[in-house]
């Protein structure tokens, strides 16, 4: 959820970013050059003047999937590819603007949150935002899964030990369930701890949520019984800053997109997080995802959106290498 400020932020850490990305990307060039592999892609473009990616996500042999609320509509690039393209249509069966896109592959499901990027005006009842199911192979419509109460921002969707589907609600401040093969939307979560609830992903029975407004991380216990248990607030080494896209890396970290323009690693300990930057000077950074040892980050460049002659193509999801940090 996003930043929409009227003028560029200027990149006051291109120097030492790009100093830490030659670094990354020397050690992952030795690495896979001593296998006798080809290294992998540095960064995919995605088509499009206005598209403005909000996630991404990925399966496990590569392929890319990003949306867009900027254009609408899904974008998909095949593994091996340097582009992606539209796959699916903007407004397909109402779909509205695109933020938190997931690939499903135990279920063979894209799930993707349909949402207002700007409260529409026309005096007509607004669409529905929604969490909306797709074929992973085909793009396939599935079904559509109003949130409930007709209100809120369907931001980002992780999946469960229990197979259900969990939505964050950006602007409700909660965290939404939809049961493996269930129809309806539950409210799973509320708490104003959860104000701004955005990226989320899960660690065996703990589910993790960041919120965008406030920089918190928080955790929250899924119960037995499958209800929630109460948000605990983490502490972090630092402040998180407009924290985003968020996806479990291994047992104990989590990569993170901070609208700031940092693509970071947290690496929790308790109750303690500890947070590394892995690559600045993005801009606007809004989600990651991770391909084995490759995490791919996008940059939205929604500080660019509403700026005056502003030429914010083309958008790239970029490659950090990360072998060297990944604890198994």
């Known amino acids: 959820m996003k930043h929409s400020n009227n003028s560029p932020r200027p990149n006051t850490h291109a120097k030492k970013a790009g100093g830490l990305r030659a670094t990354l990307i020397a050690a992952a060039l030795t690495m896979y050059g001593s296998a006798g592999a080809s290294p992998p892609r540095a960064e995919i473009i995605i088509e499009g003047s206005r598209t403005f990616p909000e996630n991404i996500t990925s399966t496990g042999d590569g392929v890319l ?45 894209l ?24 074929d992973l192979e085909s793009g396939r419509f599935r079904s559509k899964h109003p949130l409930p109460g007709g209100a809120g921002l369907c931001n980002d969707i992780a999946i469960g030990p229990d197979r259900a589907a969990y939505v964050a609600d950006t602007t409700g401040g909660r965290i939404l369930r939809l049961p493996f093969g269930g129809e309806q939307l539950q409210e799973w979560s509320t708490s104003k701890d959860l104000a701004g609830a955005d990226g989320l992903d899960f660690q065996g029975q703990h589910l993790y949520v960041n919120s965008y407004t406030t920089g918190k991380l928080l955790r ?70 991770v391909v084995g040892d490759t995490v791919w980050a996008v940059e939205s460049k929604l500080s660019l959106r509403n700026v005056a002659g502003a030429r914010p193509a083309p958008f790239i999801a970029r490659a950090i290498y990360l072998p060297q940090r990944r604890q198994r």
Do not use: K
């Open 65 to 109: 999937i990003t949306g867009s609320v900027g254009s609408g509509g899904i974008f998909r690039a095949a593994a091996g590819a340097s582009i992606m393209s539209q796959w699916i249509a903007p407004g397909d069966n109402g779909l509205l603007d695109t933020f938190g896109v997931l690939a499903d592959e135990a279920s063979g499901t």
């Open 111 to 134: 799930w993707v949150c349909s949402s207002h990027m700007d409260m529409p005006n026309s005096g007509n009842p607004p669409a529905v935002p929604a969490l909306y199911r797709y």
């Open 220 to 289: 929250i216990n899924l119960q037995p019984d499958g209800s929630a248990g109460r948000p605990t607030t983490l502490r972090t080494t630092r402040p998180l800053t407009r924290p985003d896209g968020m996806r479990r890396l291994s047992a104990t970290q989590f990569v993170l997109a901070e609208g700031a323009g940092n693509i970071s690693l947290l690496t929790v300990q308790g109750d303690v997080v500890h947070v590394e930057v892995l690559q600045a000077g993005l801009i606007d950074p809004a989600g990651v995802t």
